[in-house]
């Protein structure tokens, strides 16, 4: 017989409404009743249900997530089903347009816009830490000329962890803060500093003259000149992405910032583990392999046959497809309204092309149709790296930078959080039971 779960009732309790659901567990033919709260039942509340007294509970089984809330958050909202993504509860559309960066990080962190005043401080701050000990520089010109900028950045932040020790008083606010400072700050300069490595060129020192983004740049691509100022659409179009890429609530990084950030661990060495998550290509290093498939295609004509390939089972199409959104991402459609204004001024991408095309046959396709599979924020973003001249390597350091204020947000929250302890997942055992050499 299946087991019935009724229908989720309302009752009145003194004075205050509950909602709750009812479950008949059809092996004991007992009745439960457990409290529905926004939305959700508390999987510790389905442990009283016992075959008999030996027996440990009933558990969830829920691989990769697929649906259990592992925290109650304010900082981003996503609705998947409608495309709509929300930091504090401001659409992404606006900040994209009005903001800058380093509002926008300020808005993920602290809950609110930052005024004049707020704003000018926390800009100083973050403008105070942008370099790093000699030694970090040291510690990066031991890689291979050859290392992946992502392995230096993931090496070099948990590095950091050795040069702050006293970091690791995380339940100390204003210790939590200077590493915030510290972390936002330094991840331009690490990045910079990774790519100069690959080129065996001499690190370009932070310039505090420069906005966030262009002095990144500047630590990017500056080579001889006494002062470097990039192009205004080219720094402004980089202060967009990594608007649009700062915070994504839940996903496999922030879960991971939160998970190692649990064992209450400094905050380097959890961002080291989130950018490790990161770096992986069906996460953020989805940017890095759109274009090395755009590559591989070619030539607009090989799109069809490579569509094929991928309904086959050959292989995914890159930057196609997510978890929760099943419409097109917000931030896709924002990347791509805006890489007209960037090839303006870099020149067209070539792929472009291809991206589009296919664009076009995906979305027309039963296949992907099916699947609700649209573009998605790593679609678009290379093709405009890559004009702005960042190399493919670069694309999920690129992505790392912006997100690190998400990372930090929800690290301040799961540490100030009363309701979270260690992350401590549960498993189903399918193993031997125990046996005697
Ligand atoms: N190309 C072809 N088929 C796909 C794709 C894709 N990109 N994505 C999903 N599918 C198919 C998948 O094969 C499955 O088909 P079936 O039901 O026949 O087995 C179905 O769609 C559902 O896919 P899933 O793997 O169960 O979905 P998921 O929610 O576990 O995975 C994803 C989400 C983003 C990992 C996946 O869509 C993917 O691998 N996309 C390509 C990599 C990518 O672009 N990642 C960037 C994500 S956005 C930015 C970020 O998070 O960093």
């Not at 033919?29 to 510790?44: F, L, S, V, W």
């Not at 958050?73 to 009005?98: C, V």
Request: net charge neutral; proline share 5%; glycine share 6%.
């Amino acid at each position: 017989m299946e087991p019935t779960i009724a229908k989720t009732e309302k009752k009145e309790g003194a004075g205050v409404p509950i909602d709750t659901l009812k479950i008949t567990d059809t092996r004991t033919n007992k009745q439960y009743e457990i409290p529905i709260d926004d939305g959700t039942i508390r999987a510790i509340d389905l442990r009283q249900i016992k075959i008999d007294d030996a027996d440990f509970g009933l558990m969830s089984y829920d691989p990769a997530f697929m649906n259990t809330a592992s925290c109650k958050s304010r900082i981003t909202f996503i609705d998947g089903d409608k495309g709509i993504l929300l930091y504090r509860g401001y659409p992404i559309e606006q900040l994209a347009e009005k903001m800058s960066y380093l509002q926008v990080a300020h808005l993920i962190l602290y809950g609110e816009l930052p005024d004049k005043k707020q704003l000018a401080e926390w800009t100083e701050h973050i403008r105070l830490h942008t370099f790093v000990h000699e030694n970090v520089k040291r510690l990066i010109e031991g890689f291979r000329y050859d290392a992946h900028p992502m392995g230096i950045f993931v090496s070099t932040l948990a590095a950091l962890s050795t040069f702050y020790p006293e970091a690791k008083h995380v339940l100390d606010q204003d210790t939590r803060q200077k590493q915030i400072w510290r972390l936002i700050g330094k991840v331009p300069t690490i990045a910079a500093f990774a790519y100069r490595h690959s080129l065996g060129m001499p690190y370009v020192y932070p310039d505090n003259d420069l906005s966030y983004t262009e002095n990144f740049l500047s630590m990017m691509f500056r080579v001889a000149e006494a002062k470097y100022k990039p192009s205004p659409v080219l720094a402004r179009a980089l202060e967009v992405l990594f608007i649009l890429h700062a915070d994504h609530e839940q996903n496999c990084s922030a879960n991971a910032m939160r998970s190692i950030g649990s064992s209450q661990v400094d905050p380097y060495c959890a961002a080291a583990g989130a950018a490790a998550a990161l770096y992986g290509p069906l996460h953020g290093g989805a940017n890095e392999a759109v274009l090395r498939m755009l590559d591989e295609i070619g030539t607009k004509d090989k799109v069809p046959a490579f569509i094929k390939d991928v309904k086959d089972g050959k292989g995914r199409l890159m930057g196609f497809g997510h978890r929760i959104y099943k419409n097109y991402d917000p931030r896709a459609k924002i990347i791509k309204k805006m890489a007209d204004e960037v090839f303006d001024v870099t020149g067209k991408n070539p792929k472009l092309e291809i991206a589009l095309e296919l664009e076009r046959i995906a979305l027309q396709d039963d296949y992907f149709v099916k699947r609700k599979l649209y573009p998605n924020v790593d679609f678009y973003s290379g093709l405009i790296y890559q004009a702005m001249k960042f190399p493919v390597d670069m694309f999920p350091v690129l992505f790392a930078i912006p997100r690190m204020s998400g990372w930090l947000a929800q690290w301040q929250e799961l540490i100030t959080d009363p309701e979270q302890k260690i992350a401590r997942p549960r498993q189903v055992y399918l193993g031997y039971q125990r046996r005697n050499l």
